[in-house]
């Protein structure tokens, strides 16, 4: 019902006029001593006829001793998270970031993040698990797991994640058979690379996945595409879109959402909903990539303008300002519906209008 929702600025995209959907406050951490401080960027699908998500959820230490800060982190040997603390005085203490604490050269996170799963029947109310459905679990995940995106293959969810520890950013995969208990599979792209999206059929006998290599020195992050015979051991790695100067995504861009399968002008395609990033101001907005249905490293459209921007006070404000930032879709029809996380904080939904994305790629 339009009733339901906020009309932007932008005529094909409508939000939820109850965003965000998910706040901090809705959730029971995980221990009595940490805080809820961030629920944002879930992976979803359809199962049945529930939406489920699978929610990134930030906490924090509750108390933290006056002039110092902490980092909480799990710690392999005792096979449970700790709190490690500095002095506010700590020589080289850098906290320009605020996900972010420097210390001496080294980098640790202010909050650990795990996966909580959400279940709801009309695709906004949610009911949410009260305990992680998936946490951080061996050293190269000791400062959290991050944004889930869940591709359904035959009857098995692949959820492939961000693995974050002082070893770099990795990306790492799990499989379940009802999103509540999962089975690691290890390190699938090693540091530094995140924003994979697996695409839910084969093609050409082989897997696909897009993935966001991170260049350190010579570079700019990018989109790139690789295969696999068995989601494990990928290769055959091509660069598939950049970032654009003088646009919307002229910093760095990474994918977003798991591709689905789009028709467009009596042409099959795949839709990969993607983020770019402005530098001036710094704002994470969305995009899509229209791809070869049967072969993805093909680019027959772009979004010329963002097809979701920050715009709304949730948006704009909040953590990390001015994001909005998807790990999960799903389309039927003209509907497409977005999960998407806002300033790094909340969780949101806002649905959009195929035929306009179409109409937008150049």
Known sequence: MLSWYAVSSQDSVRRYAGNPILLPAQLTPSRPDFEVVGVFNPGAIRVGEETVLLLRVAEAPREVPDG?????????????????????????????????????????????????????VDGFQFQVDPVPAFSAGHALEAFGVEDPRITRIGDIYWVNYTAVSGAGIATALASSRDLASFERHGVIFSPPNRDVTIFPEQMQGRYWALHRPMPEDIGRPAIWLASS??????????????????????????????????????????????????????????????????????????????????????????????????????????????????????????????????????
């Open 68 to 120: 110092y800060v902490a980092s909480p982190m799990y710690d392999p040997e005792l096979g449970e998270i700790v709190v490690r603390t500095w002095p506010k005085s700590t020589p080289g203490l850098d906290l320009t970031d605020s996900r972010l604490l420097v210390v001496a050269g080294d980098t640790f996170l202010t909050s650990i993040s795990h996966f909580r799963r959400a279940r709801s």
């Open 229 to 362: 015979p068995d989601l494990l051991a990928w290769g055959g790695h091509r660069l598939v879109a950049s970032a654009r100067v003088g646009m919307w995504d002229d910093l760095k861009i990474g994918g977003g959402a798991v591709p689905f399968r789009v028709d467009a002008n009596g042409r099959q395609a795949w839709l990969a909903i993607y983020h770019g990033v402005t530098a001036s101001p710094l704002t994470y907005s969305l995009g899509a990539l229209l791809l070869d249905a049967e072969d993805p490293g093909i680019v027959l459209g772009r979004s010329r303008k963002p097809i979701l921007f920050p715009e709304a006070p949730y948006e704009l404000n909040g953590f990390f300002a001015n994001v909005t930032f998807t790990c999960g879709a799903h389309a039927a029809g003209d509907l497409v519906r977005v999960y998407y996380g806002a300033s790094d904080g909340v969780t949101c939904v806002a649905d959009l209008s195929l035929a306009h994305i179409l109409a937008g790629l150049a």
